[in-house]
């Protein structure tokens, strides 16, 4: 018995990390935002890893004055149903 209670007690004393994602529902798909840094350098871009219902994208940096987003070789306006709406939707846009 003892035994079992100091399993349940060194259980209860581990911290695991926290994960937490922030999800939208936007035009019937579940995006979340599921890593975000800001530009030290233009606080208007922040790179983003974000998942669009359950499939991780890569990493783009979206560039919420522009409204467009840097991929690997190309620039691409944001569309409606983009992510980068939701990550620039958490900022007061400045511009």
């Known amino acids: 018995m003892r ?12 911290a695991f990390p ?22 030290a350098k233009n606080y208007w871009e922040y790179r983003a890893d974000v998942s669009v219902d359950g499939v991780k994208g890569d990493t783009e940096v979206y560039n919420c004055r522009d409204r467009v987003k840097v991929q690997k070789d190309r620039v691409v306006p944001f569309r409606s149903d ?12 400045s511009s």
Do not use: M, N, W
């Open 18 to 39: 926290a994960v937490a994602s922030v999800c939208r529902t936007r035009d019937g798909h579940q995006i979340c935002i599921l890593s975000l840094q800001r530009s």
């Open 82 to 93: 983009d992510p980068g709406e939701v990550v620039c939707s958490f900022f007061k846009r």
């Open 3 to 14: 035994i079992i209670v100091a399993i349940l007690l060194l259980s209860l004393a581990i």
